[in-house]
Each structure stands twice: as C-alpha cells, then as structure tokens.
C-alpha cells in the first residue's frame, strides 16, 4: 500500500475521540484493510485549515462546525461532510469553588438542579451589578460548539443574556484548568477528561452535564472533505463501517475497563484510567445506544436555530438547506443495513424535544431528546420556534 | 526598510517562547513593531486588547488561536482579529500555512497584500527555527542511538567474552536476521538486561 493509501484523520485528546483512537487501538482499521494515521492536533482552527489543505483526509469536529466550515463562516470555508456522529452528551458546566460556595450561601438548594443553580446565578449577577461588580466570565472551547450554544442555553433557560449579562470567552481546554485557578474565569463548559481534572484538583465544582440542558445531544461528528470522500467511496463505507463497529464495542459495558486501559496510554489520551472513568460517567458519554451514530438532519437544523439566536448566521433558510447535502444518513443507513442493525423509518423526524425518556421509532429506538425548558422545535418552522425565547440576539430584540 | 512598516504593530502567540528574540528580531530588522508576545498560558484576549496589533503571528500548533478566532466571532468588543486567508477557497493560502507552522491574523480587515511582506520574513524564520530545531534532536537521538549501541556491545563482549569487532559484528548480524535497525535491536538487548538484573 503507498502512502496516498494513508487515510490521515485528526482528533483532539478528549474522551469522546474514542472510537477513532480504540478503533486503531484494537486494529479494526487494519482488519478492514484501511491504513489510517492519527494524528493529534491543537485546536479545532487546525483541524479545519488541515482538513482544508488535504493534509488531513478527515477528522473528529465539532458538530456545529460541520456547518460554520461549509458555510465559511470564520473565513475558512471547506466543503465538508458527515454522515457519521462518534457521540453524543460528553460535556459538563464546571464553576470555581468560590462562585459554588456564593451560590450556596445566597440559596442553599442551589445545586440541587440545573433549574435552581442558574435561578441563583441569575440573582447573584444581580447582586453584583447592584454593587458595581464585575460580571462573571465562562470559558467555552470554540465559537461553533455544542459546549456554547447548551451554555447559552442553560443561562437564557435562566434569565441571563449570555451576551450581555456574562462574559463568554474561549479557551483551549487543556487550559481551564489553570485559568480557572487563576480567576481569570468563574467557570467553564467542556468535554470530558477536562471537568473532572479541574474538581479533582480542587478549583472546580462540576455543575451538571449539558445533558441536562439536552438529552443526548449529538457531539462530534466524523467529518471528511467532500473531494477525499467522492474519490475514495469505498474506503470511507469502510472507514464508517470500522468506527460503527467500535462503537459498538465501545457500548458493552463489559468492555469498558479495557477501553479506559487503552485510551489512558501516552499515544492516546494520557490521562488517568480513573480521571477518564468519571469523565465518562460524569459526561454521560454515549457511543452507540439509541441511534446515538445516526446524523439525524432535525438536529442539525436545531444547531442552526442557535446560530440564528445568537446571531451568528442572519437567517436559517440557506444552512438547513445544506443539512442534506453535508450531513446525509444515506451512507450510514446503508451501513447499517450491511452490518445487520435496526433502522427507522426512511423518513427523520423533524421534531425534537418531545420525549424525556427512550422511545421507539419504527423499528429503531432513540433516546430521549427533552430540553432543560421542556420547549419543542420543529424543523419546518424554526422562524415560530426562536419567536418563543424571551432572550436572543435575533434583529428587533 | 522605511515607513510603510513603520506602523504596523505585531502580535506573536508562540507556544515555544524560546523562538521569540528570533521572530522579533526578524521583524524589528525589517521594519516592524513587536508589541507583544503571549503564549496560550496567557490571557490572549486580554493581550490583544491591551497590545492593538495590526497583525497576529501565530504557531500553527498553539491552542490558542482557538481564542483568536472566537474574538472575531463573538466577542463585539474591538479589536476583531480575522484569520488571514479570507478568500472562499483559496486554498493554497492554507496549505501553505499548514507547510510551514506559521499562519496570521489581521486585526479589523487590513488590507492583506500589506501582511504577505510580513508572512514571508515570519515563515522564513519559523522554517530555519524548525531545521535548526530538527538538526538538533537529530542529533540528540543519533547519539542516544551510539549510547545504546556501545552499552549493547559491551554487554555481548562480557557475557560471551567476545572481542569488541566481533561483538559489533554479531550484533549487526542479528539486527539483519531480524529485519531490525541496529539501534532498535541494541535498545531491547539493553532493556533486556536491565529487566534481568
């Protein structure tokens, strides 16, 4: 095989890079006759200028970026595709020790769920502008991310314009740690190991698990460039069907102990078995369960609604006409069909937020989808759905 | 050089500090201004916000151009920093960038034929920072690769009381018959031993 055979794919060293990291770990790449190259990359701004230049051929992204990298929307633009989700949930909101203890003192039930720590939150900002103070400052990863639409969304859920009664800024996560030291921020959303190293070393407090915010919203997505994918078919229907099969694997709780041995190594994660063990269940990671791989379009176009919110695309019309361009389910139901699993009806749901526990749809069952606020989204009407929210950036607000 | 450098202010994010003299002396050499250094450890957003860069030079491989980016897309506060290849599709831009471990950021839309003079003193030294950096762990491990080799020799010249050519030469001769590189197969005769001590 010559090197224009190597399938170079990028990740960055969180947990929910494991199905690409165990699938070469377990040597399910080569057993399907694909030779793939990891490669470690520093931030998500290089994943997108490689997958750009080729020197990647695909790689772990965020999934909010499929669309902002299609759409050029950080000037980069680079056509892209997935028909692949590595995970869904993976994230927590994480506070420094000392704004837990402020909210515990000014409402003891503060912590006692997401609904009540952001209500708190919202009077303490008032407390602090009252007397003149400073607003609290929140870390996310990355501009497009599912970390800083459920952040926002937690905190308009709660009465605060993440514009304008916080400070929102973005860190790479290897650095919340230190920064939430620091004081330089007040706490954090990120994926997991990175909540639980920072409350395992004593600045941090974990808050709740953007699950919460969502249910089993999707993560990260394998992303390709369109021009790779096109030329090479059938090395990337084995390149799907490989990290399928992880997944899998990855989803028997009876492999769970060998998975965290192997992603614990130096060339993996490097982190702790234990660390990632928490982060795990504190992330309420999920690789396989109830349709967790499938690219399912309605929540694509509800990542697009928050970019509408927030202001971040002016209108949703031409980005979810893209969804079935660049995150189809075409190839992945084929895979499915090859590898003997249950498929849903052809037709996707279009509606999101209606079940706050696993529901069967057709022959497949899907997990629960609930937002923090109970409210429901449809696809065909996003226009009427953002008109619900008392908090956005949408024009006349 | 002369005056059309002279206002342009440069930012460096470098996540190896050792290569800054290098870069700012590149720089102020060919006219322009280096009002500040950070590395992701640093509180980026503060920086430029107190530094007002015209341009940020930036590692390819810092972390940190994650903030960079987000300045431009969410922060309403000035200055906006854009990643510099702004053209749908110009691809070679990047892969150029990708190349050479450098990549920029202009601050409020400069115009950019006034960075490429910039970008190319930048990519130059960051390429001769990274030969000299390549040639010299090249030549740590070359001679960690003897270290080993002589430690193996002198372990097959003890325990088979060989002479210090033929314990060369049959390590050579196993490191064929095993498709190994002589300082592989040293390295695990030396571990092995050490294991057994």
């Known amino acids: ?212 915010v969502w249910h089993n919203a999707p993560e990260k997505v394998l992303a390709v460039h369109g021009d790779w994918a096109d030329a090479h078919a059938e090395q990337y229907r084995r390149l799907l069907t490989v990290l399928l099969r992880t997944c899998r694997w990855l989803a028997e709780t009876t492999n769970r102990e060998e998975a965290l041995l192997l992603l614990a190594q130096p060339h993996c994660l490097g982190t702790e078995p234990a660390f990632l063990h928490w982060g795990w269940l504190a992330g309420k990671h999920n690789f396989h369960q109830h349709g967790a791989n499938h690219p399912w379009p309605a929540h694509m176009a509800w990542i697009v609604s928050q970019m509408v919110r927030w202001g971040h695309l002016p209108d949703a019309k031409g980005a979810v006409e893209l969804i079935d361009a660049i995150f189809s389910d075409r190839l992945f139901r084929t895979i499915c069909v090859q590898e003997g699993l249950a498929l849903p009806p052809d037709n996707a749901p279009t509606q999101v937020g209606y079940h706050a526990a696993p529901w069967q749809y057709g022959d497949a069952s899907l997990g629960a989808d609930r937002f923090i606020d109970g409210i429901r989204f449809d696809s065909s009407a996003i226009t009427e759905y953002l008109r619900q929210f008392a908090i956005s950036n949408l024009p006349g607000e | 050089m002369t005056l059309p450098n002279d206002s342009l202010r440069i930012l460096l994010l470098d996540e190896q500090a ?118 010299l762990e090249l030549t740590r491990l070359q001679l960690n690769e003897r270290k080993h080799i002589d430690k193996a020799k002198g372990l097959l010249m003890k325990r088979k009381g060989l002479d210090e050519a033929k314990a060369y030469a049959l390590l050579r001769r196993m490191a064929m018959d095993r498709h190994m590189k002589l300082a592989e197969l040293a390295r695990s005769i030396v571990a092995a031993a050490e294991l057994l001590e």
């Open chain 2, 18 to 135: 050792e290569r800054f003299p290098v870069m700012e002396a590149a720089l102020t050499a060919a006219g322009y201004q280096v009002v500040g250094k950070v590395t992701t450890a640093d509180n980026i957003q503060a920086a430029v916000e107190r530094a007002r860069p015209d341009v940020i030079i930036a590692d390819l491989d810092s972390p940190g151009r994650d903030t960079l980016e987000s300045m431009q897309a969410l922060n309403r506060k000035q200055p906006r920093p854009i990643v510099m290849f702004t053209n749908d599709g110009d691809r070679d831009t990047i892969q150029l960038a990708v190349q050479s471990g450098v990549t920029a950021y202009v601050v409020d839309g400069m115009a950019p034929d006034r960075i490429k003079p910039i970008l190319e003193v930048a990519m130059l030294r960051f390429q001769e920072y990274q030969k000299l950096r390549d040639e």
């Open chain 1, 1 to 212: 095989m010559n090197q224009s055979d190597t399938i170079n794919l990028g990740y960055l060293p969180l947990l929910d890079a494991a199905p690409l990291l165990l699938a070469q770990e377990l040597g399910y790449f080569t057993d399907a006759g694909l030779k793939v190259s990891l490669s470690r990359e520093a931030s998500w701004a290089n994943i997108r200028d490689k997958l750009c230049a080729g020197t990647l051929q695909g790689a772990q992204l965020l999934i909010p970026m499929l669309m902002s990298v299609n759409l050029g929307l950080n000037r980069v633009h680079a056509p892209l595709r997935s028909s692949f989700v590595l995970n869904q949930n993976g994230n927590t909101i994480i506070v420094s020790k000392a704004l837990r203890d402020a909210m515990k003192i000014l409402n003891p039930e503060a912590l006692a769920s997401p609904h009540t720590s952001v209500l708190t939150l919202k009077r303490l900002l008032q407390q602090r502008r009252e007397r003149g103070e400073a607003a609290f400052t929140f870390a996310v990863v990355y501009p497009f991310s599912c970390h800083n639409y459920l952040l926002r969304y937690w905190l308009a859920a709660g009465g605060i314009h993440p514009d304008h009664d916080v400070n929102l800024v973005v860190i790479p996560p290897s650095q919340m740690v230190a920064q939430l030291n620091h004081g330089r921020i007040d706490g954090f959303c990120a994926g997991e190991p990175w909540g639980q190293l920072a409350a395992s070393m004593g600045s941090g407090h974990s808050l709740l698990s953007t699950y919460e």
